[in-house]
Every structure is written in structure tokens, then in C-alpha cells.
């Protein structure tokens, strides 16, 4: 929440070099989002006609090998497709002709990102190395630090880098929206003509073209305070342009609602009505950085709305270092973010003040790194030595991550990616006596690891990783769980499962090498424990 200028000597970096290591495959691939009144033709795979004239020329002209019909999830009614065409054609050409198409609201490139087995992608971002919750390495400057206590953002960027039709609303003090490390990350309504004063969309909101000022009423949200771009920047600033820093996500859009005037302070009714705003204009995940004590029915009934309608809303827990429920982080559904420090202690205090922390208690998610977060200046286009720390440092990395969970399965619901965030998090890594095993008030169900979430999101398994006796499947299960040990059985090989307040609600001897396990579909994290002679191992699962 605060923030703090470092100065500090800036080292030079060969920007060409780390650029020649990181140019990704040219994609030869088109994503096209036609206007709201379009009408699309049923799709196949031997009908490559949109039935817009003009698209199918192109298509037609350009050899188009293929059409595929994108799940937008927006309520608007858009529809958008991927245009696939041959090894080597003009990418470019091709985008610049869709885009002058009367029926397309957008035409852009479908980028490519790096599959499964990469040992990891490192950007070259100038200041790529104070990113300590990224990458980790012990050696951070203002804070004591482990190696490790991070996000192991890099492994998850070799699974998954971001889709640009993942789009997130994020509800703050607004965005310094010309800044270059967010150039193209901005999300615009192409529905919107701007400067006109109509309301073509005919949403209620007049030249919304790049969101909503719902603390000025006004098309500009633009940032007062510092706050807004900050999270923005640790969302999704621009990664692997040699510059600044790298977001979380590498593709996704940004739609800034402001909900946070220039004293930092904003209305529910503002949140509301940007919640609103987010899902009926596409977004899929929502940032919340903010908080209040009232249990309000309003902002309530806006969440319930959000989560209906499957867009997920990450929230800060806030910063009294006490139990206090501040609100939407407090309502039921929402993944509500504690904060750690470089070394995965529990943040408290933060830098800026010996009587703030990182909030807890019995509606505690998961934690992620929060404290000294470098990040984007709103009052300047090449200032990169600002560090905020709060809560609301640690949401946007949670935030960041729901939208890469999407960018890999787009189906997914708000509980579901909840579920995958806390079931793959690492739990027991902060302080003993605060990060007990399991669920507790202080850590959730632990620090978020994105490589894990994304690792089992692609069908694989860190168990596998890391050697392990036994893979369980599926997870999440619905109280029908499969064993199977790599190994033959031993004699007195046991399995064990106990949930998150440590009963056991299932104990039996192993004698196969595979096996069903029928346990109560009561929905929640647990532990499955197998034991084979001496050596014992455990794992997670998660019952929905």
C-alpha cells in the first residue's frame, strides 16, 4: 500500500544479446473478434467461410488452412475466431487487411508461447532481478531473503505465458495509461468510437474506449495516486522488452476501472458498479486491491454477480497485522491474499509502517510475496525505482496467475481455479509457529507456487517431479480417488488420508499396485499419506 523510492546506479544491459536468446517462433496464426452485431456462420472443418464477405476474401486470398471459433466468455455477445494459414505467410499483411473489415471490432496476432519440459523462460526486462517474488535467489538488497521464497515464476512461464483474450479488470486508483512498459496491454472497448460523446455500446458509460473513472464519472481513468499502476505493472507489464519489468501474464489485457480517488480512499458503490462494469464487458478475472470494514449487501450482491457469471475476484486481506474481515476479501467465493517477505515470513511489519502487517484469519486463501514489490511509477514513463508493500502487492501476483490458469483451460470456473491455486500452493514454508501443516489463519494453504498450479493444470504432476512413490488422480476428484504406486507394494504398505483439520477419515493396508479409494464427498484440501515399509510420502488433494 505504501511506497518508497530506491535509488540506486543502473547497470547496462546488452538488450540485443537477450533478445537474440528469447525471439519466439513466428506465429501463423489470426485472432479476430467481430463486431457485437455479426452474426457467424456454424463453423466445420471443411467450411472455412465466416459468411463476412471481407474476412472471407482474405482468407480465401491468404490460403487459410483453418477456422476455430474462440470461447470468449464475454456477456456482451462478441464472437472471435483463430484464423490459421500457412508456415511463413505474412502475419502482418494479414492482421493490418482483417482490421479494415467493417464486421471486425480487432484483428491481432495469435502469439505463440513455450510448450511443457523448458527449463524455464527468463526475461530480459532491465530490472527483471528486483522481481524477487518472481525469482528468488537469496541475494535480495532491502530485506533478509531465501532462495526459493517466491512464485517460481519462470518454470510456470516455460508452461504458459498469457492469452490476449483473457481480459482483467482491475478495480484501483486508475493507470498511467500511455506507459511504455504496458503499451498494447491495455484493454479497449472497440464498441466505443471516442471523443463523440455517444454511447455506441449502449452500456451507460459514453466513450468508454479504455474503461471507466467511476470516482469522476468520467471515460478517463487515469492515476492520481500511485497505487493502480503499480498493480497494474505487476499483472502484466510488458515482459521480455527490455525494459522495466515483467508481469505475471504476458498477454492478457488490462481494463482499468478506477474505483480509488486521488486520497486513496474510494465508495463501495464505485466497486460495485466496476464490478458490474468488468463482467458485462468481458472481463474474466477481477484485482481488488482495496478493502472495507462494512459487510455491505451491495458489493456483495456485485461479487455474487461476478461469480455467477464465472469471472473470479482475487482480493487483498489488508494491513492491520490484526483478525479484522475487511470486504470483497471476506466474502465467501472470493480468493482472498495475505502477504510474505523475501525470506516467507508472514509480512509484518511492511517497510513503511512498525504497526502494519499482513492481515489474517479465518477467511485467508493463499499468500504471496507483497513486501518491497518494485513495480511502475504513474507520474513517470522511465522511473523504475519505486517498491510498494501491502496485500495489495501480493494480489496481483495471485491475480496474474488465475489469468495464466485461464490462458490454459478458459472453462474453467471461479471455485475451480480457487481450488487449483490452494491445492498447489506450498504450505509449512513461513514461520513454524504461524505455517502450520495444512489450512491455517495466518498463511491459508500456503505461499502460491505457479509452476505447480500450471504443471497440474497441463496433466502433469509435481509429485513426478520430485520422485515421488505414488500419483493420485483425478485432482480435484469428487471423493472417488485413483492410487497408484510406481512401485509393487510392500507387505505392510499403508495409505492414509486425512483432512485439513488432521482426522483421519481414511486408513487401509495397500495390496495393489493400483487402487479406488471411496471416501465422503465433503468438499475441501486433504492429504494422502502412503507408506511402504519405512518410507513415507504425502501428497495433496482436492475434493469438490
Keep these: 500500500m505504501k511506497k518508497l523510492l530506491f535509488e540506486t546506479i543502473l547497470l547496462l544491459i546488452a538488450a540485443g544479446i537477450y533478445a537474440q536468446q528469447q525471439v519466439p517462433p513466428q506465429t501463423n496464426q489470426v485472432i479476430v473478434r467481430f463486431r457485437s452485431d455479426f452474426v457467424l456462420n456454424e463453423l466445420s472443418k471443411s467450411r472455412l467461410q465466416t459468411g463476412a464477405v471481407q474476412v472471407d476474401r482474405i482468407i480465401a486470398e491468404y490460403s487459410g488452412q483453418s477456422i476455430r471459433k474462440l470461447n470468449t466468455g464475454n456477456k456482451s455477445g462478441y464472437q472471435a475466431v483463430t484464423l490459421k494459414f500457412n508456415a511463413g505467410a505474412d502475419i502482418g499483411k494479414i492482421v493490418s487487411e482483417l482490421?479494415?473489415?467493417d464486421v471486425v471490432a480487432y484483428a491481432?496476432?495469435?502469439?505463440i508461447g513455450q510448450g511443457s519440459g523448458a527449463p524455464g523462460t527468463t526475461p530480459n526486462d532491465q530490472y527483471f532481478n528486483r522481481q524477487w517474488g518472481l525469482k528468488n535467489d537469496g541475494s535480495f538488497s532491502l530485506s533478509a531473503a531465501i532462495a526459493g521464497a517466491d512464485i517460481e515464476m519462470e518454470e510456470g512461464w516455460a508452461l504458459e505465458k498469457g492469452d490476449s483474450s483473457i481480459i482483467v479488470g482491475i478495480i484501483d486508483s486508475g493507470c498511467k495509461l500511455d506507459h511504455p512498459d504496458l503499451q498494447g496491454r491495455i484493454w479497449k472497448n472497440y464498441d466505443e468510437i471516442p471523443g463523440n460523446g455517444i454511447d455506441e455500446g449502449n452500456n451507460g458509460y459514453i466513450d468508454d474506449d479504455q474503461g471507466w473513472d467511476f470516482a469522476k464519472s468520467d471515460s478517463l481513468p487515469a492515476d492520481d495516486y500511485g497505487h493502480g499502476t503499480n498493480v497494474a505493472g505487476i499483472i502484466g507489464a510488458k515482459a521480455n522488452n527490455g525494459i522495466g519489468y515483467a508481469g505475471v501474464d504476458w498477454n492478457c489485457k488490462l481494463m482499468i476501472l478506477k474505483g480509488l480517488n486521488s486520497g486513496n480512499w474510494g465508495y463501495y458503490s464505485w466497486?460495485?458498479?466496476?464490478?458490474?462494469?468488468?463482467?458485462?464487458n468481458g472481463a474474466k478475472v477481477i484485482n481488488m486491491s482495496?478493502?472495507?470494514?462494512?459487510?455491505?449487501?451491495?458489493?456483495?450482491?456485485?461479487?455474487?454477480?461476478?461469480?455467477?457469471?464465472?469471472?473470479?475476484?482475487v482480493a487483498c486481506m489488508m494491513n492491520t497485522n490484526s483478525k479484522t474481515a475487511f470486504y470483497p476479501a471476506a466474502y465467501p467465493g472470493v480468493i482472498a491474499v495475505g502477504s510474505t517477505n523475501p525470506d516467507d515470513k508472514r509480512s509484518h511489519p511492511f517497510f513503511w509502517s512498525n504497526t502494519s502487517g499482513s492481515n489474517y484469519g479465518p477467511h485467508i486463501s493463499v499468500v504471496a510475496p507483497g513486501n518491497y514489490i518494485y513495480g511502475l511509477d504513474y507520474q513517470s514513463n522511465s522511473e523504475y525505482g519505486y517498491y510498494w508493500g501491502g496485500t495489495s502487492q501480493a494480489t496481483p501476483l495471485v491475480c496474474g496467475l488465475a489469468a495464466l490458469i485461464l490462458a490454459q483451460d478458459p472453462g474453467m470456473t471461479p471455485a475451480q481455479i480457487k481450488t487449483l491455486i490452494q491445492s498447489t500452493a506450498e504450505d509449512q514454508v513461513g514461520d513454524p509457529a504461524e505455517d502450520a501443516p495444512g489450512w491455517d489463519q495466518y498463511f491459508g494453504y500456503g505461499r502460491i507456487n505457479a509452476h505447480n498450479a500450471l504443471l497440474q493444470l497441463s496433466g502433469e504432476s509435481e509429485k513426478d517431479k520430485k520422485n515421488q512413490n505414488f500419483v493420485v488422480y483425478p485432482n480435484p476428484s469428487d471423493g472417488i480417488i485413483n492410487l497408484n504406486l510406481l512401485d509393487a507394494p510392500e507387505n505392510n504398505s499403508v495409505v492414509t488420508i486425512i483432512n485439513s483439520l488432521g482426522q483421519t477419515v481414511y486408513q487401509n493396508e495397500i495390496k495393489n499396485q493400483m487402487s479406488t479409494i471411496h471416501i465422503s464427498r465433503v468438499p475441501g484440501i486433504y492429504f494422502i499419506k502412503v507408506k511402504q515399509g519405512t518410507v513415507e510420502q504425502s501428497s495433496k488433494i482436492v475434493i469438490n
Design 290 to 313: 482495496l478493502g472495507g470494514t462494512g459487510a455491505s449487501t451491495t458489493l456483495n450482491d456485485a461479487v455474487n454477480y461476478a461469480l455467477i457469471h464465472n469471472v473470479t475476484i
Design 99 to 101: 482490421s479494415r473489415a
Design 271 to 280: 466497486w460495485s458498479d466496476a464490478i458490474h462494469y468488468a463482467v458485462d
Design 108 to 111: 491481432e496476432p495469435d502469439f
